[in-house]
């Protein structure tokens, strides 16, 4: 019986999701990609399960993956992109603040996504139409809100839109401070948990465009109902780069004031 997309995203997850709760604490060997920037074996040895997963029903499909690189038809109208452990530093250092990607892009639109959560036990995923949590075998609309005030914040880089904007400035900015709380997870499980409900907004510099790491829980928020766009208001990927991901129009606006006033000369 054919898989559905959104049923291989999952599937996908969940096998990522079981190497990745394998292998912790297990000091995994890293492998340095640059200055900075490592992977561990988790990531490896959890991106080739997911692989596997997704070649088995979908062999004609593109994927990009973050350790192995793009492989597949240049001209495949269908990509995968695979993020097998975003929080590899959280990991590494056992902090069990993580999250496995998968999401799938047919033409410019993503169609289906699902980010694990491996020691939750939970998958956020979305067909592209509706988002859901499952827990257990049972799958839960996800329901965004803001009344946590909870705003996680990418502090990690690169800053393309530094000096005019930069995320560490939002946290000493007393407007920020009087209406909402920062949080720094330092991984993209947290723009999942803006669908859910369990943070108020997420903000992150960057271009994100076939971004493994921020594709699925963009298609979350998006599916779910939140407001999405760039640092200056505008759809995703289209013009400074950037996300800002709130749960409702309020926040959203609030936040793109902050952000505003950070290219404003008189500040």
Not at 121 to 131: I, S
Request: glycine letters at 8%; one cysteine or more.
């Amino acid at each position: 019986m054919l898989i559905t997309d959104e049923e291989l995203a999952l599937a996908a997850a969940e096998a990522g999701a079981a190497v990745v709760r394998a292998m912790y604490g297990s000091s995994p060997v890293r492998v340095q990609k640059a200055a900075g920037d490592f992977a561990t074996a988790a990531d490896i040895e959890a991106e080739q399960a997911i692989l596997d997963v997704i070649r088995a029903a979908r062999p004609d499909d593109a994927v990009t993956g973050e350790e192995s690189g793009r492989t597949g038809s240049a001209g495949a109208g269908r990509m995968w992109l695979v993020d097998p452990l975003c929080g590899t530093l959280n990991y590494a250092a056992r902090t069990m603040l993580v999250a496995v990607n998968v999401a799938l892009r047919v033409g410019s639109d993503v169609t289906a996504a699902a980010s694990a959560d491996p020691f939750a036990d939970e998958v956020f995923w979305t067909d592209g139409d509706r988002a859901y949590v499952r827990r257990d075998g049972v799958d839960e609309r996800l329901a965004p809100s803001s009344g946590s005030r909870l705003v996680d914040v990418n502090l990690d880089p690169p800053f393309p839109n530094a000096p005019g904007f930069q995320a560490a400035r939002l946290l000493c900015d007393p407007r920020f401070v009087e209406r909402f709380r920062p949080r720094v997870v330092s991984t993209t499980l947290a723009v999942a948990w803006v669908a859910a409900g369990r943070r108020a907004a997420y903000v992150t510099d960057g271009h994100l465009r076939d971004s493994v790491h921020f594709a699925s829980g963009i298609a979350l928020c998006q599916a779910a109902g939140c407001v999405v766009t760039d640092l200056r208001g505008e759809p995703p990927h289209t013009g400074a780069g950037g996300l800002v991901a709130a749960a409702d129009r309020e926040t959203h606006a609030a936040l793109l004031e902050l952000i505003g006033d950070q290219r404003s000369p008189d500040r």
